[in-house]
């Protein structure tokens, strides 16, 4: 049976972790505030300590570098988008409801976390070597499972014949338009993500289904 010096130790040592882990999301929200206002270029490590009220050599201590923070904050978001994707996926949906199904979510969440988006989709591919890589790969597989999506609509006779990368293209190119609303809590994800989708399909389908 544990000692009471014991169990006092490991209380101890949960609440340094948590204190930890809430440092870190700090930190994670400071660069992910920054990154989006100045850039990842345009943003330093003292503009980071600035924010989080510390000097720039003290973030050393829970993070490698500018751009391992970068890492996490892309690597993170693409790592949620992927699960949600999933789930889009193995529902029991035509192609056109799982499209409107994804759109709403990605409007929802990039309405809700401007910041996020922006840097998501402009400062990724600041990124280098193997943290590059991982993440292109992240966004390959969610362009390729809406090409899976436009191609399973073609297949049952929903959407016409068309190039399906340049579909999946467009869809992406569409949802990414978002940037005009900007966190403004007036504008309905679900109902723009109807809106935009709109538009793509009135292109995309099939003759006998207009």
């Known amino acids: 049976m544990p000692s009471k010096l014991d169990q006092g130790s490991a209380r101890g040592r949960a609440t340094t972790g948590e204190a930890k882990a809430a440092y870190l999301t700090r930190i994670r929200e400071a660069a992910l505030r920054q990154f989006a206002e100045s850039g990842y270029d345009g943003t330093s490590m003292r503009d980071i300590g600035s924010l989080v009220g510390v000097h720039a050599g003290s973030l050393y201590v829970h993070i490698k570098s500018k751009e391992d923070l970068l890492y996490q ?5 693409a790592d949620s988008g992927e699960v949600a994707l999933r789930q889009v996926e193995a529902a029991d949906v035509g192609a056109v409801d ?8 990605h409007l929802r969440w ?3 976390n401007p910041d996020a988006a922006k840097v998501f989709e402009r400062e990724w591919m600041r990124l280098n070597g193997a943290q590059l890589a991982e993440v292109q790969d992240k966004r390959r597989q969610w362009a390729d499972a809406v090409e899976r999506i436009i191609q399973s609509g073609i297949d049952e006779g929903t959407f016409r014949e068309m190039d399906v990368a340049l579909a999946a293209l467009a869809f992406r190119s569409v949802l990414n338009a978002n940037y005009t609303c900007d966190g403004d809590p007036d504008v309905d994800g679900a109902a723009l993500a109807d809106e935009f989708v ?6 995309w389908v099939a003759p006998g289904n207009r």
């Open 110 to 112: 990039a309405i809700a």
């Open 98 to 105: 799982k499209l409107r199904m994804l759109a709403r979510i």
């Open 198 to 203: 709109g538009f793509l399909f009135n292109g």
């Open 73 to 77: 904050i892309v690597g993170g978001i």
